[in-house]
């Protein structure tokens, strides 16, 4: 069973990153067979800067390397080294209806937010089907925001396969409703896009002050709060506090007497505490690029070696050799 993930350079990654993706992506190294890559294509949608997309592809290259990614028993790289996946988007886009593309929420959620609609942004799904299925890739670890594209490739490997013959694996997604959408400064997901991120590396005065940021409702620290598990502080407080502790926290807070200023200090020591041992690894790594450069090349190396099977039985598929 292989497994596969991305994640896209287009700025810092935020903890909504690590445990709606990174995490699961990285814990199934334990079952072998993972892939793993940095969609370098994908933030051309968003990022016009070349310097900035060198920067942020690097910085993605330290975090998940840092959070746990293994190179010696999983494959890593950069997606625009593996250049078979535009020609399999070409072989896919070739055959998806522009309706299925019309309908897709993230889409249309950022054409209505003001971001400049372009190709890149509308032929999103299919890029990403190329991702995964030129890899026969079986699990697909998402959040919740991606599961309406990770239906998008299953409907497009079923559709070339029918137009072709059964020449592509038809994925599943793997997603923890745990963690699977992890709310932002602001209650809405944590994304990039909405400027709601806590980051999982950074300065540590900066990220305190956001912390110490999030907007609360107008109630005394002694009125209870019969709500508390809907309270932003407690949401985040069950990712990177041990569970008795959140626990105990969420019901201080019900029963009355917890401050919020209180509750968002206890917030920022779990998290900072949560990803101490990744930020050591980290800073070891930003003093030996050759190495991370060295592990994408290899990575690169090990992912064309599939991706060229698989395009070739696609193009024998549909006719072009």
């Known amino acids: 069973m292989r497994t596969l993930t991305g994640i896209t350079p287009s700025g810092t990654l935020h903890i909504g990153n690590y445990f709606g993706a990174m995490r699961p992506a990285i814990e199934a190294q334990q079952a072998g067979d993972c892939f793993y890559f940095i969609a370098n294509y994908h933030s051309m949608t968003s990022v016009t800067d070349a310097a900035e997309r060198r920067v942020n592809t690097r910085g993605i290259a330290l975090d998940w390397l840092a959070c746990g990614l293994d190179p010696k028993i999983s ?16 072989l896919l886009g070739s055959l998806t209806p522009m309706g ?19 190709f890149g942004l509308f032929a999103y799904p299919v890029l990403m089907a190329a991702d995964i299925l030129l890899y026969d890739t079986h699990r697909v670890p998402v959040g919740k925001d991606q599961k309406q594209h990770l239906e998008m490739t299953r409907d497009i490997a079923i559709k070339f396969n029918e137009a072709y013959g059964e020449t592509l694996v ?4 793997v997603i923890r409703d745990d963690v699977a959408v992890v709310p932002g400064l602001d209650g809405q997901k944590m994304s990039k896009s909405y400027g709601n991120t806590i980051e999982i590396f950074g300065d540590e005065k900066v990220l305190r002050k956001k912390i110490m940021g999030i907007v609360m409702d107008s109630r005394t620290p002694a009125e209870p709060k ?3 598990d809907k309270n932003l502080a407690i949401q985040l407080l069950k990712l990177v506090a041990p569970a008795e502790v959140a626990a105990d926290l969420e ?11 209180d509750l968002k200090k ?4 779990h998290y900072w505490n949560y990803f101490a041992a990744a930020r050591v690894r980290r800073t070891e790594l930003a003093a030996n690029l050759d190495h991370v450069e060295s592990v994408l090349r290899d990575g690169a190396a090990r992912a064309r070696a599939v991706a060229s099977v698989v395009l070739q039985r696609a193009r024998r598929a549909s006719g072009l050799e």
């Open 75 to 90: 494959v890593f790289w950069r997606q625009s080294d593996v250049p078979e996946v535009t020609e399999l988007t070409w």
């Open 100 to 118: 299925l593309l019309e309908r897709a929420h993230s889409y249309k959620d950022k054409a209505a937010k003001g971001i400049s609609p372009n």
């Open 170 to 173: 038809v994925p599943a997604a």
């Open 226 to 228: 019969p709500d508390a």
């Open 251 to 261: 019901n201080r807070l019900r029963a009355g007497g917890l401050g919020y200023g």
């Open 266 to 269: 206890a917030l920022f020591e």
